[in-house]
């Protein structure tokens, strides 16, 4: 596709249910980010997959999150019995190494947990 | 880890004068300085970047400066608009290990007045 494409826009989930976040970024980029965005807050990093390396997991913010890169494209964020505080918008990157360094984002999953 | 500072967090201006955001970052390692504009509901969105081999760039009414030595980079927007008005968001990276992942300030929330 043209850009990074997010699913769900939005969602609102019950406290303490599960939910999947997936990104599909630009074809070809071999970079993958997520960050979240609180409200009024700047980009927090979460996770960064790049190739087949290892993924550097150290901004997750507890076991209850985790993600999965699947054929080198697509990836699933997964939040485990979601609380209240992890209401954020989750934006997804990619990043096509070797075209400098330039990361493009796309428009967020906005998660509400009540 | 590396550590952006960003100032102002918000900032009003008339049409037609310019707008300068100042940050800082930590890292002496950093090398690349990218700037972002976020618009209500949508994702990041690259407008400028500047690599520390240069000490300034422009493009149209935006430009960048970048002083290594002081550890800090200022973007500037001249003749501003009614549609500049957005967050915008500075970050900063380094090579190696950690290529392409970005750490952002906390962004600073521009409104131009007509």
């Known amino acids: 596709g043209a850009g990074v494409s997010q699913s769900p826009s939005n969602k609102v989930t019950e406290k303490g249910k599960d939910v999947e976040l997936r990104c599909d970024p630009i074809s070809g980029h071999t970079a993958l980010y997520w960050y979240r965005q609180s409200l009024g807050q700047g980009l927090e990093f979460l996770i960064y997959?790049?190739?087949?390396?290892?993924?550097?997991k150290s901004g997750l913010p507890s076991d209850r999150f985790s993600a999965e890169r699947t054929g080198g494209s697509v990836s699933t964020l997964t939040i485990q019995r979601t609380q209240q505080e992890d209401s954020a918008v989750y934006l997804c990157?990619?990043?096509?190494?070797?075209?400098?360094?330039?990361?493009?984002f796309g428009e967020g999953s906005w998660l509400t947990v009540v | 880890g590396e550590n952006v500072e960003q100032h102002p967090s918000t900032l009003s201006v008339q049409e037609g004068d310019s707008a300068v955001i100042k940050c800082t970052y930590s890292?002496?390692?950093?090398?690349?300085f990218p700037w972002y504009k976020q618009e209500l509901g949508k994702g990041p969105q690259l407008i400028i970047d500047?690599?520390?081999?240069?000490g300034e760039k422009k493009d149209q009414r935006i430009a960048v400066t970048l002083n290594k030595t002081a550890k800090h980079f200022s973007l500037h927007i001249t003749e501003t608009q009614p549609e500049d008005s957005a967050v915008y968001f500075c970050a900063a990276s380094t090579r190696g290990s950690t290529l392409g992942r970005l750490y952002f300030g906390r962004g600073t929330q521009l409104t131009v007045w007509p």
């Open positions: 990157a990619s990043q096509a190494l070797g075209q400098g360094n330039t990361i493009y």
């Open positions: 890292d002496s390692a950093s090398n690349y």
């Open positions: 500047i690599r520390s081999n240069v």
């Open positions: 997959f790049q190739g087949n390396s290892a993924p550097d």
